[in-house]
T-cell receptor
Framework: GNSVTQMEGPVTLSEEAFLTINCTYTATGYPSLFWYVQYPGEGLQLLLKATKADDKGSNKGFEATYRKETTSFHLEKGSVQVSDSAVYFCALARAGNNRKLIWGLGTSLAVNP | GAVVSQHPSRVICKSGTSVKIECRSLDFQATTMFWYRQFPKQSLMLMATSNEGSKATYEQGVEKDKFLINHASLTLSTLTVTSAHPEDSSFYIC?????????????FGEGSRLTVL
């Protein structure tokens, strides 16, 4: 079946550190891949997405590349800020069915000044 | 971006009572809304798809008589947890898609934390 595996948190970094949150998936066909972010007290927001192999999604300094050969969609940011402290969710949607997202467990990130 | 609002954000109730959670799309129309449940340290689980003007579609294993969903207008869907029990305590999240924008992006509410005593 389809599934998403995310690295467990919490992740604690100092400001300006490099961030990687690993995400791997199993899926049939060619799913779309997403990263969502949930800031404290707010709803989930789409951070970035990629819809086909080798696509790179980017937003707010975050990037993730759809790697079909390694079935991965790792989230990276070169220099994190305190305001990036949030919970990050990796998710996939089966091809042709963007309504039903399959979610990772979420990774909590805390960035200290 | 589009805004989805949930109410209440927190609710505590006694076992056996029913609780209603509202999900509103504030600045767009949503023909379809989705209800999720999230347990601590677990991923979001899709419970049901709420369709405006018709019956909700429930995921396998979700009791439709336990979790009543009503989507009476293009901007409001409600989830009623009937005869709540402590095991229903959870974080409930709704999401909606802008029917007119056509981007397919989902917008999420802030979530509602239910605690059943």
């Amino acid at each position: 079946g389809n599934s998403v595996t995310q690295m467990e948190g919490p992740v604690t970094l100092s400001e300006e550190a490099f961030l990687t949150i690993n995400c791997t998936y199993t899926a049939t066909g060619y799913p779309s891949l997403f990263w969502y972010v949930q800031y404290p007290g707010e709803g989930l927001q789409l951070l970035l997405k990629a819809t086909k192999a080798d696509d790179k999604g980017s937003n707010k300094g975050f990037e993730a590349t759809y790697r079909k050969e390694t079935t991965s969609f790792h989230l990276e940011k070169g220099s994190v800020q305190v305001s990036d402290s949030a919970v990050y969710f990796c998710a996939l949607a089966r091809a042709g069915n963007n309504r039903k997202l399959i979610w990772g467990l979420g990774t909590s990130l805390a960035v200290n000044p | 971006g589009a805004v989805v609002s949930q109410h209440p954000s927190r609710v505590i109730c006694k076992s056996g009572t029913s609780v209603k959670i509202e999900c509103r799309s504030l600045d767009f129309q949503a023909t379809t809304m989705f209800w999720y449940r999230q347990f601590p340290k677990q991923s979001l689980m899709l419970m049901a798809t709420s369709n405006e003007g018709s019956k909700a579609t429930y995921e396998q294993g979700v009791e439709k008589d336990k979790f009543l969903i009503n989507h009476a207008s293009l901007t409001l869907s409600t989830l009623t947890v009937t005869s709540a029990h402590p095991e229903d305590s959870s974080f409930y999240i709704c999401s909606a898609r802008d029917a007119l924008a056509g981007t397919g992006e989902l917008f999420f509410g802030e979530g509602s934390r239910l605690t059943v005593l």
